[in-house]
């Protein structure tokens, strides 16, 4: 059944990419003899023609993170696996696949300037500067989610059934390794001759070799904090270590949202956007050969065991993989500078997505695997269910297990990597835009804010009743959710404007009208229920549901803002009609 669903999955995500993503190219009218930004304001720094393949592989590694790996998981053990395979394919297709595609065509029809750029141009400053604190919010909380989740991979130990250790030290091993080989790939690649096909071909293998070598050779932190503080427990020697780990990711964000583009993020978008296609492949073709059963239920019901209901909790918790803010701060931030032909939007903004939704399934596939009365089940651990799941499907084409646990580990800490330096770089151009400072000043000041808020949530950290640290990934989860999808909203919203005022086309509210008012109603509502779950004994100091308070004002100021300029203001002018519509897409 499982193998069904992926190729089932698979065949549907084809045909919607063939059939609507053809469609949306036409009704945008992309158009290949069309100057994109990457050419007309070509500065080989920020303006820079890439190839498709090369630019595909960025994207997708800078969107894919660790969110359609954590959220299939969350949603399903909450809710069974249908309702989580049926968002993830509707979502993507209809809305997440729209709102990635559109915002990217948005930002090459501005110059390459950033969605809240558009927004700023046709509705009006106030907008744009409450988009601004919105999306600077947005990126906090997926920096807070997505450092400390990847952080617990680099503790502990996960014994495999056929007895086998993956150590999470070798796993940051690792990781380290990993890191570094992107930035020699950048050095030759700057200064000499090795072509990007060639460097691809060399440090593509020299990852398989990080992932060997780091079980031999593990950075073992905890080993080191109990060795310098023989009192602790080892659950507080682990608690320390990830705390470790939070801040030495977050100095890391700090460094590489400041160094060229050339130096780490472009090599590392190529390298890690190969491996993680690998990665999509070589679990689908592991699952496939398998063949392994079904157990975990369809359904479990409306409500979780947590008491959270499924709408609007599922549309929250699956965001990456369905539908995502934050993809279209990439497609608007980095990707519409590098675009070098408009009708690379279906493939790079579409089809992007729908990569993004099979990681999602692959994920879902997972945990379909465990009984709902597993332990891993009732209390998830989003990163070892994949990785466990990952590695059983390897299994069965002869890979060893603990070979196949680490690479999926590897895989999971790659998909972050480039989100979490986007994330930094993107955060620090808000705050630059907001003070107004600009050179190193600007530059350092806007990274110190955009990391040094993170790293005040990663030490409010609590512990449970046997003093284990409950990781702060999983305290701030639903909010970092129903920020995300109603950025999604917002980003739609702002795209919905700005086609009506320039096309007054009535499709226009059937292809990004109705999913902006699904995605506003399913965030809003989500973020009303985390206030009162919080609030419902009194006055509370956790900055959760304070957060979740301002995020709600700015998203009802916004919409405010977009009813007052789509029925009381003149249309924009239209665009000119020698834009020809799109005949090969």
């Known amino acids: 059944m499982m193998v069904s669903i992926v190729i089932c999955s698979a065949i549907i995500l084809l045909i919607a990419y063939r059939v609507y993503g053809s469609i949306l190219a036409r009704l945008l009218r992309l158009d290949r003899k069309a100057v994109t930004p990457a050419y007309a304001l070509r500065d080989d720094v920020d303006y820079s023609p890439q190839a498709t393949m090369p630019l595909l592989n960025q994207h997708f590694s800078a969107i894919a993170a660790a969110g359609p790996i954590v959220g299939p998981i969350l949603a399903a053990a909450a809710f069974g696996w249908a309702p989580a395979l049926i968002w993830i394919l509707l979502g993507s297709i209809f809305i997440g696949g729209v709102h990635d595609m559109t ?19 046709h509705m009006s400053q106030r907008a744009f500067l409450l988009f601004l604190t919105f999306i600077w919010l947005a990126l906090v909380y997926i920096i807070v989610a997505f450092t400390d989740i990847t952080a617990a991979s680099f503790v502990g130990n996960q014994q495999l059934e056929s007895g086998e250790v993956v150590s999470g030290a070798g796993i940051a091993s690792s990781s380290l390794m990993y890191l570094a080989l992107p930035i020699i790939m950048g050095l030759l690649m700057r200064y000499t001759k090795l072509s990007s096909g060639w460097a691809s071909l060399i440090f593509l293998p020299l990852v398989g070799v990080a992932i060997v070598v780091g079980q031999w050779i593990p950075f073992d932190l905890v080993k080191m904090i109990q060795s310098a503080f023989p009192a602790l ?18 100095l890391y964000c700090a460094v590489a949202s400041v160094v060229p583009l050339w130096l780490l993020l472009q090599p590392r978008g190529e390298l890690g956007g190969y491996f993680l296609l690998i990665a999509l492949g070589a679990g689908a073709i592991g699952l496939i050969a398998g063949g392994k059963p079904v157990e975990l239920p369809a359904f479990t019901g409306w409500t979780s065991l947590k008491g959270d209901t499924l709408a609007p909790m599922l549309f929250i918790t699956i ?108 955060g620090r151009f808000i705050i630059q835009e907001l003070t107004g400072l600009q050179g190193k000043a600007g530059r350092w000041l806007g990274t110190l804010v955009t990391t040094g808020a993170p790293m005040l949530f990663v030490f409010q950290a609590t512990v449970d009743s046997t003093g284990r640290r409950i990781p702060v990934w999983r305290t701030f989860w639903e909010l970092f959710g129903a920020s995300n999808q109603l950025l999604a909203a917002i980003t739609l919203l702002g795209v919905t404007v700005w086609l009506w005022r ?26 009303v229920h985390i206030i009162s779950k919080h609030f419902k004994n009194g006055m509370t100091m956790n900055p959760v549901p304070w957060i979740a308070v301002m995020l709600v004002a700015l998203a009802v100021l916004m919409i405010w803002e977009a009813i007052v300029i789509v029925f009381f203001r003149q249309p924009a002018e239209p665009q000119p009609p020698e834009h020809q519509l799109a005949t090969e897409v």
């Open 103 to 121: 915002a990217l065509v948005a930002s090459i029809r501005h110059q390459g300037k950033s969605i809240a750029e558009v927004v700023r141009e």
């Open 233 to 250: 427990t080892e659950a507080q020697a682990e608690g320390y270590a990830h705390v470790s780990w939070d801040v030495a990711l977050l």
């Open 319 to 426: 965001a990456c993989g369905a539908c995502s803010g934050f993809h279209s701060l990439i497609a608007s931030g980095t990707t519409s500078k590098q675009l070098k032909n408009e009708l690379d939007a279906k493939s790079v903004g579409y089809g992007s997505m729908l990569l993004e939704a099979m990681v999602a399934i692959i994920s879902l596939c997972c945990i379909m695997t465990l009984s709902g009365d597993s332990a891993l089940v009732k209390n998830p651990q989003p990163n070892f269910i994949y990785a466990l799941g990952i590695g059983g499907f390897l299994e069965s084409i002869n890979v060893p297990a603990a070979i196949g646990v680490s690479f999926a580990l590897m895989a999971f800490t790659t998909f972050v990597y480039d989100t979490l330096d986007v994330c930094t770089r993107l």
């Open 502 to 527: 320039t096309r007054q086309a009535v499709w226009v509210w059937f292809v990004t009208g109705i999913p902006m008012v699904l995605m506003s109603v399913m965030s809003i509502w989500a973020l």
